[in-house]
């Protein structure tokens, strides 16, 4: 693979703490969800973050494909729901659900969309085989 872009972040206090990328935009402080026993607050947390980051390059890998295809892909919108819990054998896992809504096409042509997006999707090739990755298309 030829490398095109590296992006480099440094967390330190583990959930409890801080998050900086190496370029100064990114500089968050982090802070473990009540729901998982956390104190919670206007922080963020690594789900978040992940939620965030594959959300929008999803959407670009789609916005990609039907461009290459000359379809009309209007407005898209791609929410990422990205859950956290305990594996069976131990250890943790995470769940992720894509809601991608997909205006202006029919609903055959945004399913083709979205599973075509998933194929090229970096977030995507990454997490396949390893995370359960559900597709939730509307239009």
Do not use: W
């Not at 402080?29 to 789900?47: K, V």
């Not at 929410?79 to 769940?95: C, I």
């Amino acid at each position: 693979m030829e490398i095109i872009y590296t992006a480099a972040a440094t967390a330190s206090g583990g959930r409890d703490g801080k998050v900086t990328s190496s370029d100064g935009v990114l500089n968050l402080d982090l802070r473990i969800p009540a729901a998982m026993g956390g104190s919670g607050g206007a922080y963020t947390n690594p789900e978040q973050l992940f939620a965030a980051g594959y959300a929008a390059c999803f959407d670009g890998a789609l916005l990609l494909v039907a461009k290459t295809a000359k379809l009309p892909a209007g407005d898209t919108r791609v929410t990422a729901e990205v859950g956290f819990g305990k594996e069976d054998g131990g250890g943790f896992g995470l769940e992720i659900t894509l809601h991608v809504h997909i205006p202006g096409v029919d609903m055959e042509t945004a399913r083709l969309l979205a599973a075509k997006a998933h194929e090229i999707c970096p977030f995507s090739n990454a997490t396949r085989g390893n995370v359960d990755v559900n597709l939730e298309v509307t239009i």
